[in-house]
């Protein structure tokens, strides 16, 4: 009896040595806990405040886009605007021309509203650079003596609508964009998009569909501006007091 007792004495000891064995190296082998990522409040958690990706630096670098990031600009001292469009359109006559005119007048006015501007001019073709990127496109208003620079684009979507019997119809629709870039800074301050729409009807006074059209697309075109002088306007009348 003593052998039996003796045997599973050694048999037990053995037992707990296994099991305290593989427990060691059980916890030998856990990875460390995640750390939480969503305990943003703490303010011991590290917040990322740096490209994880060294191939962002090669054009800005982490302490260029913090300093971007954390810049505060005022626009109350900033009267010149020179407007530049990027996407004039196609004028085949006198009246598409007339028209043309009409509308360009009517936003550089809806412009001049805001009583900060002492000058809203057009950029001079000559002036406008080949790369109409952002930097060009600075120093071009820069040369110009411009503190700020209203870049637009238009965009014209055409349903037509031709009847067997009856006058053909039209839709025209257009989409506008606009950013406007502090010279100074090089800050994109603001941007818009606006969109317009008319319908139009052939009229015995157009030569053919092809004037009606032309004339829609003008007319839209219009109105779309006009709407995005007006975000511009408040946009700059807010800023300024």
């Given at each position: 009896m003593r052998g039996n007792s003796s045997k599973a004495s050694q048999l037990l000891v053995l037992v707990l040595i296994l099991l305290q064995t593989v427990g060691c190296a059980m916890k030998k082998s856990l990875p460390?806990?995640?750390?939480?990522?969503?305990?943003?409040?703490?303010?011991?958690?590290?917040?990322?405040?740096?490209?994880?990706?060294?191939?962002?630096?090669?054009?800005?670098s982490n302490q260029d886009i913090e300093r971007i990031l954390s810049a505060r600009i005022t626009l109350s001292d900033r009267h010149r605007l020179a407007v530049l469009g990027l996407n004039p359109r196609a004028i085949w006559s006198a009246e598409l021309a007339d028209l043309e005119a009409e509308h360009s007048e009517r936003f550089l006015q809806a412009l001049r509203s805001v009583t900060q501007l002492t000058q809203v001019r057009v950029m001079p073709t000559l002036l406008v650079p080949e790369k109409r990127t952002v930097p060009y496109l600075?120093?071009?208003?820069?040369?110009?003596?411009?503190?700020?620079?209203?870049?637009?684009?238009?965009?014209?979507q055409t349903f037509r609508r031709d009847r067997f019997i009856g006058t053909d119809e039209v839709r025209a629709r257009c989409l506008a964009e606009s950013v406007l870039l502090d010279v100074r800074s090089g800050i994109v301050a603001h941007t818009a998009r606006t969109a317009e729409g008319i319908a139009a009807r052939k009229s015995p006074g157009d030569l053919n569909f092809s004037e009606t059209i032309a004339k829609a697309e003008g007319d839209a075109t219009g109105k779309a501006l006009l709407k995005l002088a007006d975000t511009v306007v408040a946009y700059l009348q807010d800023a300024s007091k």
């Open positions: 460390p806990p995640v750390p939480d990522l969503h305990q943003g409040n703490s303010e011991d958690t590290n917040r990322l405040q740096e490209s994880l990706f060294k191939g962002d630096q090669e054009i800005l600075r120093e071009a208003a820069a040369r110009f003596q411009a503190d700020l620079l209203l870049v637009y684009s238009t965009r014209i």
